[in-house]
């Protein structure tokens, strides 16, 4: 679960998890500071860290050696239609290209992706804390 309670700035909300504090703001345009992630950029960390941590188990569990991993996603909301994510991983290292297509194959559909893919339902729960 995560809490999210307003900050002392315009818009500012202060976000935990119960270990671990960050800071979310909407764009000086909107009011806000412009300095913090906006809910979106939030949206597109939840897929690019779980891109990120699925690319580097799955090189582990295959014993490959690599220097480092690096995950671009781009939420694409321009449709009404639907959401697009475009995402892109970058794996550093001397992985031939047949191996980086299978590691890549395996990561494509990671735990978000599987999350964010299901019928989605939205409920007001006052007895949620």
């Known amino acids: ?4 309670t307003s900050g002392s700035e315009a818009y500012i909300t202060e976000l935990y998890n119960g270990t ?3 800071d979310s703001d909407v764009t000086k345009e909107k009011g806000g500071s412009g300095k913090y992630f906006r809910p979106h950029d939030l949206i597109e ?5 779980c ?3 699925t690319t ?11 220097d480092g991993v690096t ?5 694409d909301r321009s449709n009404e239609e639907k959401t697009i994510f475009k995402y892109q991983i970058d794996i550093s290292g ?3 290209k047949e191996t980086r297509e299978e590691v ?5 559909n990671c735990p978000v992706k599987k999350t964010l893919s299901k019928q989605l339902e939205f409920i007001n729960d006052c007895n949620i804390i």
Do not use: Q, T
């Open 20 to 22: 671990s504090k960050i």
């Open 56 to 66: 580097r188990m799955v090189l582990d569990s295959m014993n490959l050696s690599y």
């Open 1 to 4: 679960m995560v809490i999210s």
């Open 104 to 108: 890549l194959k395996r990561v494509a």
């Open 94 to 96: 001397s992985i031939d």
């Open 45 to 49: 960390s939840g897929y690019a860290s």
């Open 51 to 53: 891109l990120n941590i």
């Open 71 to 75: 995950v671009k996603v781009e939420l």
